[in-house]
T-cell receptor, first 114, second 111 residues
Framework: DADVTQTPRNRITKTGKRIMLECSQT?????MYWYRQDPGLGLRLIYY???????NKGEISDGYSVSRQAQAKFSLSLESAIPNQTALYFC?????????????FGEGSRLTVL | RKEVEQDPGPFNVPEGATVAFNCTYS??????FFWYRQDCRKEPKLLMS???SGNEDGRFTAQLNRASQYISLLIRDSKLSDSATYLC????????????FGTGTKLQVIP
């Protein structure tokens, strides 16, 4: 089983719908991240959390919200999905406060907004 | 100028060839450097960290040139299984919220 698990793996939805992507991890890491990947662009940070009580906006947080329900769970919500949110979304974890260590990614959630 | 720039490729090389990728970064305060590998439609996975002194892991060698602000990845004796996209990742001071991913260089090793 994967250490970082994302659900759903694929989702097709319509404009205006609310969508939640879930991430759970068994690595015991405090730090969790949500990224999106678009063709021709690098991964971009949406939100990150250093512990259950800590939530921070990343580079492209508009249109998204997150919830850190427990150390192991970090969910990303699209309140009202729009077509330009069609992308591949990755959850990641790390145990490095300085950023010098490895990022561990989930398998990704492919979202299509029609 | 992009913070992290990579040649998108694709690099099409025969099995057994040596191939090198470069990546330039714009923030001179960057502190940590990595190469990640991403297979098609899969998650990125760490290939290797890049140290100032350079480092080698089997057929893979990574180098950092702080003066010219670039990192490189050399793959010797290419295998079919090396076919993937290689992401350059640069981290500024302040933790992972400052990490910047390159768009990746696609490598296709052909028989």
């Amino acid at each position: 089983d994967a250490d970082v698990t994302q659900t759903p793996r694929n989702r097709i939805t319509k404009t205006g719908k609310r969508i939640m992507l879930e991430c759970s991890q068994t690595k015991g890491h405090d730090r969790m991240y949500w990224y999106r990947q678009d063709p021709g662009l690098g991964l971009r940070l949406i939100y990150y959390s250093f512990d259950v009580k800590d939530i921070n906006k990343g580079e492209i947080s508009d249109g998204y919200s997150v919830s850190r329900q427990a150390q192991a769970k970090f969910s990303l919500s699209l309140e009202s999905a729009i077509p330009n949110q069609t992308a591949l979304y990755f959850c990641a974890t790390s145990d490095s406060p300085s950023g010098a260590g490895e990022l561990f990614f989930g398998e990704g959630s492919r979202l299509t907004v029609l | 100028r992009k913070e992290v720039e990579q040649d998108p490729g694709p690099f099409n090389v025969p099995e057994g060839a040596t191939v090198a990728f470069n990546c330039t970064y714009s923030n001179s305060a960057s502190q940590s450097f990595f190469w990640y590998r991403q297979d098609c439609r899969k998650e990125p996975k760490l290939l290797m960290s890049v140290y100032s002194s350079g480092n080698e892991d089997g057929r893979f060698t990574a180098q950092l040139n702080r003066a010219s602000q670039y990192i490189s990845l050399l793959i010797r004796d290419s295998k079919l299984s090396d076919s993937a996209t290689y992401l350059c990742v640069v981290n500024g001071p302040g933790g992972y919220q400052k990490v910047t991913f390159g768009t990746g260089t696609k490598l296709q090793v052909i028989p």
